[in-house]
Structure formats: structure tokens, C-alpha cells
């Protein structure tokens, strides 16, 4: 695009003015006219007066400010886009369908689903250079509300998501611990039931067996349940069947044991039995949240500095932890578990559904911290290319990921004599419970549980600081004048939410931590990003959304240009839709260790997903009333952007300025 339309286009949009400004400026109405779409164009052709109308914003607002670097926006987006969901998560779903096999939907679904819609909103904020409630607000003033709606799930993301990050510093001090105490049972918290590889290895080596948190002989404990022992195989006997201690007893693992009853403090607790708030949680969870403050007390610039450690270090973590785990014995089957496909599983419906849905949730879309992290961005970067980057670096990431999984769950599978599968569970579990147990079982352990929680603790940071610049530039977007106080707006939010997040400190609290992670983000994420593509390509128009792309010198190839088209308009709403409608399904079954949730507890979640849901019709609907007095055409300026949408305005004014004068004689 050449410098006198770049300059046209700078004019038409450039600008942000109050209302009051708007009743006191007149334009030339020559210079103005409605298109077919009833949109209104500015064709104002005078430099000078571009640049009156960039100096009429306040003076007083403090500036928005930016990133300092060019590679701040790429590491902070990596890092938001990287966490936990590629550790466990991915693994997990590729041996539960069939291996290799899974990645064939993977990458269809990312080209398809989650790559337009996290292009789309790279692109959107660093187009308009604000906040979601902004953006969409002034794209259309009817998607005000969704605006506040991914803003309210970014605040929900940040705020229970952090819990995991508190769990994380309590295990990397306890892993300074000479001896680790989730490798052993005997501990006060321990149940008859827990049991220890360490603890057995020990007793078997003085002829006794593991049982009940001590070492007895086998006699003792086949004989009152009216049984024989076999000494040499370890066994009791009942006529000619033989026994194994572990079908006598329901075992739990050191590892799991050390998590749920000590470190949750969750020992037989519930929804009528909630406990009390406990002490260590609190401080575990105040330390958390003070490193988030600190962090981000300086906005993006401090947090564009603290990114490169979050992001970049649980790569070498990962490096290490490769290089260790692909010597261990049994790590080729757990690699060839991994990696076989079963090419039968392509002709089921939960794959592809699967797929899809981990492609959405890993990028991170539809929360507003894509949008927020892009606003920050210069007006003329390539963040096409960035988001291609950051979308293959996390699947990459994924699939690196997945072969240090599972050489070293190969590992665990091989001194346990059990199958891989066996050995893998979903969730938090595999983090806290998989991971301790087997990192204790390789030299130095102390050395390795440090740097795999330390990087549990980068991992999730970067998505939570995402998150919670979201609430922050949503408030600082709302209202500007609070960006001179920055820090202070930083550290009342997160004391705030410190505060209102000491329920997850209590015993019960795990069950807290459940019901808001299926119901903060669920199927309301897919709703937003159904109607966020919705609203850019059939409402404000996708040929106009391309244009918007040139304008910022994103110069796109015609088949590339048409791909994006094809994928706004069609393929990716139609995706979004059908999962929508899977999730629908399956919505309202919460529940912990296979034990659904009371009713009442299940309506409870209900509300947490309507608090999300909630800014669509209130906002829309206000934005109604205050139109119906106004004009007769409601309903059209309803759906077209307002006289504040356009171009980076914090940005263009400048840059704009200077083109005018070097044209002017």
C-alpha cells in the first residue's frame, strides 16, 4: 500500500474521541457518504486536518505503551500458548487414540480451526491497538458484551488457575528436602492403604513384606483372612489359587497419597464437609500471586523481560529431561506406545471432536489474552507470520513433549512391570502424582523434582500472565487515567484475588479447584470464538478484515488470502459449531475421581459459566436503549463500526503526523 493511501487510511480511522468532542467537531459532509453496507467512510483528503484530530485527544491520558523489543510479543504469545495442556494433556490423548494416528486430525484441525481464529485475533488487536471490550465495541456496538464476556473468563482463567502454580512452589521447596517425603509412606497422613516401591524394596530385603505402612512377615497377613502364604513367591493361597498382596488391598500410591491428603489436605473431605482454611495453602497461594504482581507491576515492559525465562526455560528443562529419559531402560516402548498409530481410530467421531478441541484450548483463543498481548504491538508487524510461528512451535512443542512423556512413563511401566497405559492418568494427577514418583526414582532426584516444578511453574505463569493483563488492560482501556497507576491497580487485583481465592486453601478445596476448571472454561470458549469469527467475517465483512491487513503492510499472496477466506467464512464456524454442540452433551457431568458432584453443586458450576455468559445480552441490550431515542435505524447501527474503530490509534497519530509533514510544502 502506498504512503498517500496509507496516510488516507490513517485519517478515516486513526482516532479516538469522547462523546463530547464528537458534539463539538463538525466534518465537511462532502467528504463523507454511505457504501452499500450502510457503513460510514470518511474521505477526508486534508493532512492538516488529520493531525488536528490526533492532537485533540486528551492530554492528559497516559500513553498505553508497548513492547520495548520486537521479540517480546513472539515469547509472551509462545509462553500463553505453551503450558500445561502440552505436557500432559496432548500425550494423553494421542495413546488413548491410537498413538501416531492422532496427529493427522491434530494438524488438520489446526489449519482448519485453531489457526484462523488465533490469526484473527492477533490481527484484530493489533489492528485497533486496545482491549476486547473496546475492539468489539467498536467493530460493532451489539458485540459490546463479548467484549466483557472473554474478558470475565480471562479474570476466572487467572484467578483458580493460579491454585496450580501454588501447588507447584509447595513441591519445589519440599524438593529441597534431603529425603522426598512423597517417595515413602509411614507418614502421619498415610492410610493402611498406602503403598511405596521404596518402602517394599526395604522390607523384602529382610524377608518381610509392605503392609499396612509397616514391614510384617506373610504369615500375618494371609492367616486372618483365612489363607496359606507361599513364602518364595511371595503369595497367599487359598486351595490352588494363588494371591497377590495387591488384590487383597486396595493400594494407593507414596506419590499420590503425599498430594491428596498432605498437600490438598483433602483426607475424606466434600461438598458438606468442606474443612477449613489451611495455612500452608495460603502462604503457597500469596506467594504465587505475589509473583505474578511483581512480574507485571511494570505492564509489558517488565513482563516482555520476565517472559523470556518463563518461556524459554521449560524448553531446556525439557532438553534434560529428554536427554535422561530416552537413555532409561523401558523408554523405547513407551516412544513406540506413543508414536504407533491405529489407523482404525480415524473413522470415529471422538477422535477428530478431540483433536479439535485440543487445538482450540491449547492456543488459548477466545479469553482475550491473544487480543490483549497483540495490542501492545506495533502497528505494522508482521503478525501473520507470528501467529503461524507460535501456532507451530506449540504443536512442535506438543509432540517433543509427548516423546519425553513417555519414555520416561515407558521407564515407570518397566520397573513396575505394568503396561504404559496403565501407568497414565488425565489431569492434574500426572503432573503431581506420575511425575514425583518417577523422578524420585532416577540419581539426583532432588536435583531433577526442582527443575521439573520449576518449570510447572513457568509453564503455567506464562499462560496466567496472559490471562491477568487481560483484566488489567480491560480496566486501564475502560478507564485510562488508571494507567499512571499501573502498579498500584496490580497489586489491589491480585490481593483481591488472593483474597477470594481462599476457598481452594481449604481441605475441601480441590473440589473448588474441579467444578471451576470444567466450568470457567468450557464450551463458553467455543461459543466466543464461533461468534468472534461470526462477527469479522459476516458482520463487519472478511474482504474488509483483509484490507485491515494491508493497511498494517501484511501483504498476502492470493492463495494464501483466499485460504484465510475460505476458513473464516466456512470451515472454521462450521468446526466451531459442531463442537459446540459435542460439548453441549457431555456439559453438567463435574465430578472427582468418577464420582459426580451433588445437583445443587452442578447448578453451582452452571453459574460460574453464566457469569461468562451473562455481558452478551446486558451489554447488547443497553447498547439497544441508548440507539432507540437516537435513530430509527437501530438495528444497522447495531452492526456497523462505530467512528472510533480504525487503526492503532496510539500509534498511528504519530507516525502519521510525521508522513504529513514530510508531504506538506
Not at 517480546?72 to 500445561?84: K, M, R
Not at 528436602?177 to 509411614?186: A, H, V, Y
Amino acid at each position: 500500500m502506498g504512503e498517500g493511501a496509507a496516510v488516507e487510511g490513517w485519517m478515516n480511522k486513526g482516532r479516538r474521541v469522547s462523546q463530547k468532542e464528537q458534539e463539538r467537531e463538525t466534518y465537511d459532509k462532502s467528504d463523507q457518504d454511505l457504501d452499500g453496507t450502510g457503513l460510514l467512510n470518511n474521505k477526508l483528503s486534508d493532512s492538516k486536518l488529520m493531525i488536528d484530530r490526533c492532537e485533540k485527544k486528551e492530554p492528559d491520558t497516559p500513553e498505553r505503551g508497548q513492547w520495548s523489543n520486537p521479540c517480546d510479543f513472539f515469547i509472551s504469545c509462545l509462553g500463553y500458548a505453551v503450558g500445561l495442556g502440552n505436557i500432559w494433556r496432548f500425550p494423553f490423548l494421542c495413546f488413548k487414540h491410537g498413538g501416531g494416528s492422532f496427529l493427522i486430525p491434530y494438524f488438520l484441525m489446526l489449519f482448519l480451526a485453531g489457526l484462523p481464529v488465533f490469526l484473527l485475533e492477533i490481527a484484530v488487536g493489533q489492528y485497533a491497538g486496545v482491549g476486547p471490550i473496546k475492539i468489539f465495541g467498536h467493530m460493532a456496538p451489539i458485540a459490546r458484551g463479548l467484549g466483557f464476556a472473554v474478558v470475565c473468563v480471562g479474570l476466572f482463567l487467572a484467578f483458580f488457575y493460579n491454585v496450580v502454580v501454588s501447588w507447584a512452589i509447595w513441591y519445589l521447596v519440599a524438593s529441597f528436602n534431603p529425603n522426598l517425603d512423597w517417595i515413602r509412606c509411614g507418614h502421619w497422613y498415610n492410610s493402611p492403604n498406602c503403598w511405596s516401591v521404596v518402602n517394599q524394596d526395604e522390607c523384602e530385603a529382610t524377608g518381610l513384606v509392605f503392609w499396612n505402612n509397616t514391614c510384617t512377615d506373610l504369615t500375618s497377613v494371609c492367616s486372618p483372612l483365612g489363607f496359606s502364604s507361599n513364602l518364595d513367591d511371595g503369595l497367599c493361597v487359598n486351595g490352588t489359587n494363588k494371591i497377590e498382596l495387591e488384590q487383597l488391598q486396595d493400594r494407593t500410591s507414596a506419590s499420590a497419597e503425599y498430594f491428596e491428603r498432605f498437600v490438598l489436605g483433602n483426607r475424606g473431605h466434600d461438598w458438606y464437609n468442606f474443612g477449613q482454611i489451611r495455612w500452608q495453602n495460603v502462604c503457597c497461594l500469596a506467594a504465587a500471586w505475589l509473583l505474578v504482581a511483581l512480574c507485571l507491576i511494570k505492564g509489558v515492559k517488565s513482563s516482555g523481560k520476565v517472559v523470556y525465562f518463563t518461556s524459554l526455560f521449560p524448553y531446556a528443562v525439557l532438553i534434560m529431561l529428554a536427554c535422561r529419559g530416552f537413555t532409561l531402560p523401558g523408554a523405547i516402548d513407551g516412544i513406540s506406545y506413543y508414536l504407533t498409530p491405529d489407523w482404525s481410530r480415524l473413522t470415529t467421531t471422538e477422535v477428530w471432536v478431540d483433536a479439535a478441541t485440543q487445538v482450540i484450548f491449547s492456543l488459548g483463543p477466545a479469553c482475550g489474552c491473544v487480543i490483549t498481548l497483540s495490542s501492545y504491538n506495533r502497528f505494522d508487524r508482521n503478525c501473520h507470520k507470528d501467529a503461524v510461528l507460535v501456532a507451530l512451535s506449540n504443536s512442535v512443542t506438543s509432540l517433543f513433549s509427548g516423546l519425553v512423556v513417555f519414555s520416561i512413563l515407558g521407564f515407570m511401566a518397566h520397573v513396575s512391570d505394568k503396561e504404559v497405559k496403565d501407568v497414565v492418568s488425565a489431569g492434574p494427577g500426572l503432573a503431581f502424582i506420575v511425575y514425583p514418583e518417577v523422578v524420585s526414582r532416577i540419581p539426583f532426584s532432588q536435583i531433577w523434582a526442582a527443575l521439573f516444578f520449576l518449570m510447572l511453574i513457568t509453564l503455567a505463569l506464562g499462560s496466567i500472565f496472559g490471562a491477568f493483563e487481560t483484566v488489567i488492560t480491560a480496566l486501564s482501556d475502560q478507564w485510562p487515567a488508571l494507567r499512571a497507576f499501573k502498579p498500584q491497580v496490580v497489586l489491589i487485583t491480585s490481593f483481591v484475588m488472593l483474597v477470594l481465592g481462599l476457598p481452594f486453601c481449604c481441605n475441601g478445596g480441590i473440589h473448588m479447584f474441579t467444578l471451576f476448571n470444567a466450568s470457567a472454561p468450557s464450551w463458553n470458549l467455543l461459543l466466543f470464538a464461533l461468534l468472534e469469527v461470526v462477527l469479522v467475517s459476516w458482520v463487519y465483512g472478511v474482504d474488509k478484515f483483509l484490507d485491515n491487513l494491508s493497511e498494517m503492510d501484511i501483504n498476502l499472496p492470493a492463495p494464501v488470502k483466499f485460504y484465510w477466506k475460505y476458513s473464516w467464512k466456512y470451515s472454521t464456524p462450521g468446526i466451531l459449531a459442531v463442537l459446540l454442540v459435542f460439548s453441549w452433551y457431555d456439559f453438567g457431568h463435574v465430578g472427582y475421581k468418577g464420582e459426580d458432584y451433588p445437583f445443587w453443586v452442578q447448578i453451582l458450576g452452571y453459574m460460574i459459566t453464566g457469569c461468562t455468559l451473562i455481558a452478551l445480552p446486558i451489554v447488547g441490550g443497553c447498547e439497544v436503549v441508548k440507539r432507540y431515542p437516537e435513530t430509527t435505524e437501530v438495528f444497522s447501527s447495531l452492526i456497523r463500526p462505530t467512528q472510533q474503530w480504525g487503526p492503532n490509534h496510539y500509534q498511528t497519530c504519530e507516525d502519521t503526523e510525521d508522513k504529513s509533514a514530510q508531504s506538506l510544502p
